[in-house]
């Protein structure tokens, strides 16, 4: 197993920040169906203010460019994607096109 952690901004707005956490009580199945095919075994998203961070499980095969290739090719997950941009927006240390950013592990009381 793999654990990846990931950050990225929701626009800054209370109206459009219930909305984005609407959506994400039920995602839609297709959403779910994608994340589960790519090799993520386990995903959770927790918010401060307009924060988000994403904690991520995956099998020891997963790769974020395996599932970068399977989300381009799947109509729905591009729909979702261009849904929750209308919410997001990139951490200003993000490059160009960038969503959400990869976060570097600094501490891990079992080590």
Known sequence: MKRYCLSVDLKNDEQLIAEYEQYHVKIW???EQSIRDAG?????IYRIENRLFMIMETSDDFSFERKAAMDAGNARVQEWEELMWQYQQSLPSAKKGEKWVLM???FDLNS
Request: proline share 9%; hydrophobic share 35%.
């Open 29 to 31: 199945p297709e959403i």
């Open 40 to 44: 993520i075994t386990s995903m959770e």
């Open 104 to 106: 570097k592990k600094i």
